[in-house]
T-cell receptor, first 115, second 115 residues
Framework: AQSVTQLGSHVSVSEGALVLLRCNYS??????LFWYVQYPNQGLQLLLK??????LVKGINGFEAEFKKSETSFHLTKPSAHMSDAAEYFC?????????????FGKGTLLTVNP | NAGVTQTPKFQVLKTGQSMTLQCAQD?????MSWYRQDPGMGLRLIHY???????DQGEVPNGYNVSRSTTEDFPLRLLSAAPSQTSVYFC??????????????FGEGSRLTVL
């Protein structure tokens, strides 16, 4: 079974500061990892994903994440926060390969950006 | 391209009433799923389907029923609504052909209140 732990249900940063949202996963097989963003009263939108290959993945809106197998982590970063980044962020995991497409989500991290 | 369409967007029910949340996708995705989102709980999988005529239970299936008669549609039925089913419901779909990473595409959500 897979599971995801997002450290910090609420992160607050100043505009222009580094954004770091933490995600640790548990998986018995090599995982596929995802970060989704949810703006108020909207559905979830994919930010980026790791499947195979390069462990540093770049996504939309200047976000990136690094897959670290030894630390079972997939932290999301952005060098400089913008007011428009305020949203809830979800890390998710699924098994690689096979026909199991179920995504398991973390509980989410609400990002607040202060002017 | 409409993507994943959910109706209704808002619904208020009384305890004991039944209703159906509709979900349709026009991307020819084989995999479809329903999640519920509650504050501090992230997204939890209710039911999913890997193709027409095939459904299975997720993490929190009790009180919900699904069917998949076509590739496009995946309705979620509440049999006898309870206040604990007050939530935001998301339908999500994905390709499930071999080698695909299973990225989920989400609808905009259906907000249900049970009084």
């Amino acid at each position: 079974a897979q599971s995801v732990t997002q450290l910090g249900s609420h992160v607050s940063v100043s505009e222009g500061a580094l954004v770091l949202l933490r995600c640790n996963y548990s998986s018995s097989v090599p995982p596929y990892l995802f970060w989704y963003v949810q703006y108020p009263n909207q559905g979830l939108q994919l930010l980026l994903k790791y499947t195979t290959g390069a462990t540093l993945v770049k996504g939309i809106n200047g976000f990136e994440a690094e897959f670290k197998k030894s630390e079972t982590s997939f932290h999301l970063t952005k060098p400089s926060a913008h007011m428009s980044d305020a949203a809830e962020y979800f890390c998710a995991v699924r098994r690689s390969g096979g026909s199991n497409y179920k995504l398991t989500f973390g509980k989410g991290t609400l990002l607040t950006v202060n002017p | 391209n409409a993507g994943v369409t959910q109706t209704p967007k808002f619904q208020v029910l009384k305890t004991g009433q039944s209703m159906t949340l509709q979900c349709a996708q026009d991307m020819n995705h084989e995999y479809m799923s329903w999640y519920r989102q509650d504050p501090g709980m992230g997204l939890r999988l209710i039911h999913y389907s890997v193709g027409a005529g095939i459904t299975d239970q997720g993490e929190v299936p009790n009180g919900y029923n699904v069917s998949r008669s076509t590739t496009e549609d995946f309705p979620l039925r509440l049999l006898s609504a309870a206040p604990s089913q007050t939530s935001v419901y998301f339908c999500a779909s994905s390709y499930s052909m071999g080698g695909n990473t299973g990225e989920l595409f989400f609808g905009e959500g259906s907000r249900l209140t049970v009084l």
